[in-house]
Every structure is written in structure tokens, then in C-alpha cells.
């Protein structure tokens, strides 16, 4: 997906702050939560988002989406990654 269109998209859907986000090789985020709602595209890098037992890799091009207040942790590959990323307040 294009860059600036998924950026449109996040505008269209409500996301009201969009950023980019840059971590290091090999950076664990231990178990944690956001009081937002994240979507967010994979730039560069390689990344895995843990929720409970259920692991995912995300690499350049995908998407991932996480809802307010799930717990989760996340692992950045031996390349680190970043991502562009919209923020949504919760019930937003």
C-alpha cells in the first residue's frame, strides 16, 4: 500500500494523531497496554505482537491493528522496524 494513502485512510477513519515509529535491533516491549487504538503500517524491519498466547510477525507492507487497552507485548527483529501509525482515542 502507498504510504500517503494509508495515511488518507487513517485521516478518513478517525485516527486523529498519525506518526512514525523507529526501534531499535532486537527491542522487547515487556507486557503493557495503550489507551488508544493503533493501525499501522510496517515500513522497514520486522516486527511480533504477542497477545496472550496468540503471536504475530509483521513485516514490511503489512498492517497491524490494536484495539484500546489490550494487553500485549512487542519484539523487534535483528533489523529493529518502523512504522507509520494512526492513534485513535478510545470509544473515538
Known amino acids: 500500500m502507498d504510504l500517503e494513502q494509508f495515511k488518507s485512510e487513517l485521516k478518513q477513519a478517525g485516527y486523529d ?14 507486557t503493557h497496554s495503550h489507551p488508544f487504538s493503533a493501525r499501522a503500517l510496517i515500513i522497514s524491519g520486522q516486527m511480533e505482537i504477542s497477545c496472550g498466547a496468540e503471536a504475530r510477525e509483521y513485516r514490511v507492507g503489512d498492517i497491524f ?12 527483529g535483528p533489523a529493529g522496524a518502523s512504522y ?6 478510545a470509544g473515538s
Open 17 to 30: 494523531e498519525v506518526l512514525e515509529k523507529t526501534y531499535a535491533p532486537n527491542t522487547f516491549i515487556d
Open 65 to 76: 491493528e490494536l484495539e484500546a487497552h489490550r494487553v500485549h507485548t512487542e519484539r523487534y
Open 84 to 89: 507509520v501509525v494512526g492513534r485513535k482515542a
